[in-house]
């Protein structure tokens, strides 16, 4: 969801949203009713998935659409029903409406166990002007640099060390978890679980680079939505929500975007080398490098250190290898740079 330009979801109308969805079933020829034929159409079309994939994606939200109506009376199902929607084609007004009023009045069980996530001693503060003036001042944002607290101001700081605030909102919604240690792993694969399995699990996972904000705009509420027009060049953003609970690990790449990443709760810690650095040992067209980096190529690494409510400024290119440890939450912000900037 790009915050500059969405029209905020907060606005729950069930009426419109019936009416929609009555009008969207009217239009179906055959009309299917029965979710278990559903099931086994819905798996066929996410398998040609790529064949055509705007057809396709139109295709899997209109059958869903037809199970999440035949699934009347099952809350759970019938949401979990919206969210592969949400996973598989994006969320829209629709999905966000039919997703509030099939969750209405159920609850999630809060984690009885979970330890809080304690502060080191602060790195300094700077605050939101330093990212300002750091980004207004450079001719070209091609440097990397940290801004110490910058997004402390964010609530989310403070409220999402508590894991049970995200599950109380949303922990039966279900999202992709990455399985494995990283994707190099030849075991490494992804399984879709409800936020609150995610939350219970002890063996390597990550929830990495999920647009849950789309699934969960209440979440939104904890950070500063209008924050990035006022201190960056960017006309338009594209956020993910990173979530460790057990340790994580993102091997060396790079992305085409500029990354203004916000370190929410617990540390991460950064290696970061300019685009020229590891070139030789990737393959043309990849974003990424294997295993066996040679220590020699390794030696420029920038090592940082991020704590909760610090910012790291990543410009495209730049490749970036990531490692935490605990519970942990960050979210990265691709930027989309006005014209002159990029
Ligand atoms: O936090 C991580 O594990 C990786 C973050 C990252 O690579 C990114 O935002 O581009």
Redesign the pocket.
């Known amino acids: 969801m790009d915050p500059l330009s969405q029209e905020m979801w907060n606005e729950i109308d069930l009426e419109w949203a019936n009416q929609r969805l009555q009008e969207h079933l009217n239009q179906c020829n055959p009309r299917i009713v029965d979710p278990d034929i559903i099931d086994e159409m819905l798996t066929d079309v996410h398998r040609r998935m790529s064949e055509d994939p705007v057809a396709l994606r139109a295709e899997y939200r209109s059958l869903s659409l037809q199970k999440y109506h035949a699934l009347e009376g099952k809350p759970l199902e019938a949401s979990h029903t919206l969210d592969m929607i949400i996973i598989i084609c994006g969320s829209d007004k629709l999905i966000h409406n039919l997703t509030f009023h099939a969750l209405a009045g159920v609850h999630f069980l809060k984690l009885n166990k979970h330890d809080p996530v304690t502060l080191k001693e602060s790195m300094g503060t700077t605050g939101i002007d330093t990212l300002r003036e750091s980004a207004m001042t450079m001719d070209r944002l091609d440097t990397p640099f940290v801004s110490r607290k910058a997004c402390w101001p964010f609530p989310a700081c403070r409220k999402w060390r508590d894991p049970n605030h995200i599950l109380e909102i949303g922990g039966h919604r279900l999202v992709p978890v990455e399985i494995g240690h990283d994707y190099r792993d030849p075991k490494w694969t992804q399984k879709i679980m409800t936020l609150g399995e995610y939350f219970r699990m002890a063996e390597p996972a990550y929830l990495?680079?999920f647009d849950l904000f789309s699934m969960l705009p209440r979440l939104e509420d904890d950070l500063e939505v209008d924050w990035f027009i006022r201190c960056l060049p960017a006309k338009a953003i594209s956020r993910n929500i990173?979530i460790g609970v057990t340790e994580?690990f993102?091997p060396f790449?790079w992305?085409k975007d500029t990354?203004v990443?916000c370190q929410i709760v617990g540390y991460?810690t950064f290696r970061i080398l300019p685009p020229e650095a590891l070139q030789d040992y990737c393959e043309p067209g990849s974003n990424s490098v294997g295993k066996d980096i040679p220590q020699e190529a390794l030696a420029k690494c920038e090592l940082v250190t991020l704590a909760p409510g610090d910012c790291l400024f990543?410009p495209a290119g730049w490749w970036?290898e990531?490692k935490?440890n605990g519970y942990n939450v960050?979210v990265?912000h691709w930027l989309i740079l006005k014209p002159g900037t990029e």
Do not use: L
């Open positions: 990495a680079q990173w994580t993102t790449h992305d990354n990443f991460k990543i970036h990531v935490s960050s990265s």
